[in-house]
């Protein structure tokens, strides 16, 4: 069964408005949960590390006014992407590692954004 | 600035063909992942390679890291069409960041295998 979970699945909104997606380790913590961006046919790219309890670290060029992280928790990180724009419709992923020692970097189902 | 470089991006096998994934990227990590992404899907976890040398193999894959040369290959025996869907590679950065998990991903191969 899935180890990190996403929700919604599948999201549209109006150009303007803004949504949350959520991202959740199962049956684990994880102290530091990271999301991505996937344009189609295109890779995924690392937008921020979102860390348990502290502010996000974003990667270069990604507006952190646009795309809030909150990780309220051990086993909870919340994407919001404000006054969204179609440009802005992805698919969106989140991932944590199970454990300090763990190997295995657990990815979730994904979030397909559709800004109209 | 980090480049992980997969090629080919495209392949188009046959069934029963071999053929070789190569990723070259340029920072030191010895911590490299290999996923499977079928369309509209997220990333299957297939691979985990820790150190110089490493070799895994799951089926019909198999998959090799150089990291002196910066390498690693996927390699796929006898293709059959189940394993259509597009491979990443991804370079583990978390020590340069002091996290746990950070990846940088290849552009990803789109594999196609045709009767």
């Known amino acids: 069964g899935a180890v990190v979970s996403q929700h919604p699945s599948r999201v549209i909104c109006k150009s303007g408005t803004s949504v949350k997606i959520e991202c959740r380790s199962l049956?684990?913590?994880?102290?530091?949960m990271f999301w991505y961006r996937q344009f189609p046919k295109q890779s995924l790219m690392l937008m921020a590390t979102?860390?348990?309890?502290?502010?996000?670290?974003?990667e270069q060029g990604v507006e952190k006014d646009k795309f809030l992280i909150n990780h309220a928790s051990l086993t909870l990180s919340t994407l919001t992407v404000t006054s969204a724009h179609p440009e802005d419709s992805s698919f969106y992923i989140c991932?944590?590692?199970?454990?300090?020692?763990?190997?295995?970097?657990?990815f979730g189902e994904g979030s397909w954004l559709t800004v109209v | 600035e980090l480049k992980v470089e997969q090629n080919p991006l495209f392949l188009s096998m046959q069934e029963g063909k071999n053929y070789t994934i190569y990723c070259n990227y340029s920072?030191?990590?010895?911590?490299l992942y290999w996923y499977r992404q079928d369309p509209g899907k997220s990333l299957e976890s297939l691979f985990v390679l820790l150190s110089n040398g490493a070799v895994k193999q799951e089926g019909r894959l198999m998959a090799s890291l150089d990291t002196k040369a910066r390498l690693s290959t996927l390699h796929i025996t006898a293709a059959v069409h189940d394993l259509s869907a597009t491979y990443f590679c991804a370079v583990d950065i978390s020590p340069e960041r002091g996290s746990q998990g950070n990846l940088i991903f290849g552009k990803g191969t789109k594999l196609s295998v045709k009767p």
């Open positions: 979102s860390n348990e309890g502290s502010k996000a670290t974003y």
């Open positions: 920072t030191t990590s010895d911590r």
């Open positions: 991932s944590a590692r199970r454990g300090p020692t763990g190997n295995t970097i657990y």
């Open positions: 049956d684990f913590q994880a102290t530091t």
